[in-house]
């Protein structure tokens, strides 16, 4: 039968898409009339003008535009013909060719030039008609230029009807077999007693406190953040402005996002190394902890950051490596303590928890920089980090482990918990059993796709800014506002009706809601001209997504394998991440060729594949055959 229903849904979208492109005739170009003025943007590497080369005519506009970029640009034409003005994180400048600037002209981002950061504008003389006066020709308008940000393609939504059909028959029909689909999660007698109300207990540590559960996985995803808002923003930002030059900046966020890219190697040697007297994961939080504030401390001291960057450079390493482990004992100490029902709900708390670090290192040292300095903007984050530790500091995981190395502790279970201890051999076995089990393999697959539908997130300024003409600092609001506002509220609805209903059950409403949204804004082009009615359903979808992402995160923590927990959930994060890279990938070429209603049906369709996906995994898989095979 879940064949059946794989093979239904791959024909339909065969069919759709096979149709859509079997058919080229069919697709309609819907701007013919428009097309003066071009939008230039900053690509992913944020190193590259997106696209690099246009073409057009006398008359028409190019619109330089980006908002909230790691690094500042600008757009400098090399004989002064035009200029953005200084280098901005967000910037919005247009020029308009007049009647006789024909020619070619090159332009350069100026801090980034020798990375290659350059363009070039082509314009065309405007020609002559049978009256003698210039005017632009339909022919010369858009013609199949693929430089244009925006395509003018549509395939009629004729083409994708079968596959969402299938889509929504396929939930119907799994809906009604909800038993055989395991789209409820049925807790043992112990587990729903803990739901009733006993689950906020008072005990000393992490397994036996709900409260303790929470508190210190919050703090400890709020110290997470707060070095990411830092670093990319307020450090890079003063480091701009003081005189650093590209190269150096450009080194700098390369060590910084190094220990994140290998983070995964964290994985097994903390499964691996361990001090069990004073927990399994706790030990290895409290290095990170430390490490985190010994390095911060340590760039307060550094004389004059302008002629030491290097030296900043390997200390944004260090403290990068001491973050990314600290994020991958967080997660294997949330599957080591989460009871099974508290997942959904506590992820949504915890990622809350990091984007309020983000916007305390970012936006709030940012602001408050210019009156109490960088020293003063690290010096500030060290009692907080200090804070922050307290938590695990005076957390034990289990009872009878020892607070401190040389606090009592009960030696029977420290006994215990060190015969326990695996050799690598043992662990590196452990890996390839959780990962043998189809749960887990369908987990691999979903977390692949899982972010394949975030290739819109480039392509939306386009649509505000260059189809609806709003100001930059009007979809800053609403983006930096409104939206991440909504977020927050995705994550906290994510995670209440996930304890209610189950986490795979909302992954696919979630989703199928979010589906919805796309079709209906797409569908929806003669409202794009509303305000009030772009920002509600962008905001309808910002919380779909972010219910479909913490119902996912909380259903990747449950098939996880608590003995390898550090490697197996974080191998989960990893290929999310790549998803997302994907999915960046995917924006130039979709956006290049079709408008944003069509650019809205494929976001649909990738988006369904999660559902896809997660109609075959046995949330309770991993539980149930590990407890099989010890008891064998």
């Known amino acids: 039968m879940q064949k059946g229903v794989v093979i239904f849904l791959a024909s339909m979208l065969l069919f759709s898409v096979g149709s859509a492109f079997a058919e080229d005739s069919q697709i309609i170009d819907v701007n013919e009339s428009e097309g003066e003025t071009f939008v230039v943007t900053v690509d992913s590497t944020n190193l590259r003008f997106s696209p690099d080369s246009i073409t057009l005519n006398e008359g028409d506009t190019v619109r330089f535009f980006w908002d909230g970029q790691l690094l500042a640009h600008n757009a400098v034409e090399n ?7 200084d280098p901005e994180t967000s910037v919005d400048y247009s020029y308009t060719f007049a009647i006789g600037q024909n020619g070619t002209y090159e332009y350069v981002c100026e801090p980034h030039e020798a990375f290659g950061m350059v363009g070039t504008i082509i314009v065309n003389p405007l020609p002559v008609n049978d009256t003698g006066s210039s005017e632009p020709s339909p022919s010369d308008i858009n013609d199949d230029n693929e430089d244009v940000s925006i395509g003018d393609g549509s395939i009629p939504f004729l083409w994708f009807a079968p596959w969402f059909i299938g889509v929504f028959c396929v939930v119907g029909f799994v809906t009604i077999r909800k038993d055989r689909f395991q789209l409820g999660i049925i807790f043992d007698k112990d587990e729903q007693e803990l739901i009733e109300g006993s689950s906020e207990s008072d005990g ?32 890079v930002t003063y480091l701009v402005t003081i005189g650093v030059g590209v190269t150096e900046i450009a080194l700098l966020l390369t060590l910084s996002t190094l220990p994140w890219t290998f983070k995964f190697l964290w994985g097994p040697i903390i499964d691996r190394f361990q001090y069990p007297s004073m927990g399994r994961r706790r030990p290895w939080i409290l290095i990170a902890q ?5 390095i911060l401390t340590s760039m307060l001291f550094v004389p004059d950051m302008a002629t030491n960057v290097s030296l900043i450079g390997i200390m944004v390493l260090a403290y990068n490596i001491f973050v990314s482990l600290q994020d991958v004992s967080t997660d294997a100490l949330a599957v080591d303590v989460l009871k099974p029902h508290e997942y959904e709900k506590v992820n949504s708390y915890m990622f809350t928890s990091k984007a309020i670090g983000v916007i305390i290192g970012g936006a709030g040292l940012g602001t408050i920089i210019g009156f109490i ?33 040389w606090s009592e502790g009960n030696k029977s279970d420290i006994e215990k918990a060190k015969e326990d201890q695996k050799s690598f051999k043992q662990i590196l076995s452990n890996i390839k059993t959780a990962f043998s089990i189809r749960a887990a393999q369908y987990a691999v697959l979903l977390s692949i796709c899982g972010s394949f539908a975030s290739f819109l997130i480039p392509i939306l300024p386009s649509l505000f800014l260059l189809e609806l003409d709003w ?3 009007e979809f800053n609001a609403t983006k930096g506002g409104i939206i991440m506002i909504m977020h927050i509220v995705g994550y906290i609805l994510g995670g209440q009706l996930g304890k209610w209903f189950g986490g795979k059950l909302v992954v696919i409403y979630s989703t199928l809601g979010a589906i919805i949204c796309l079709i209906v804004w797409g569908i929806a082009a003669p409202l794009w001209d509303s305000t009030f009615f772009m920002i509600l359903i962008w ?9 479909v992402a913490i119902s996912m995160y909380s259903l990747l923590m449950r098939i996880t394998w608590s003995e390898v927990g550090g490697t197996q959930f974080t191998g989960y994060m990893a290929m999310l991440n790549l998803s997302a890279v994907i999915g960046y990938q995917l924006s130039g070429p979709i956006a290049n060729r079709y408008d944003f209603t069509t650019i809205f049906f494929i976001t649909a369709i990738l988006e369904s594949l999660i559902i896809l996906v997660v109609l075959f995994i046995d949330p309770e898989e991993t539980r149930r055959e590990m407890a099989k095979r010890i008891s064998e």
Do not use: H, K
């Open 471 to 473: 100001s930059a600092e």
């Open 79 to 85: 004989n002064g013909l035009f200029d953005s003005g």
């Open 373 to 405: 300095g960088i020293r003063g903007a690290i010096a500030l984050q060290i009692p907080i980090l200090i804070a922050i530790m307290l938590v695990p500091l005076f957390m034990t995981e289990r009872p009878g482990e020892r607070m401190f190395p």
């Open 204 to 235: 000393e540590t992490l397994v036996d406190s709900y409260r303790a559960r929470v508190l210190t996985l919050c703090a400890l995803y709020v110290a997470q953040g707060l070095p990411s808002g830092f670093i990319t923003v307020t450090l």
């Open 290 to 294: 430390s490490g985190m504030i010994i």
């Open 539 to 547: 905001s309808i979808c910002t919380i779909m997504w972010g219910i």
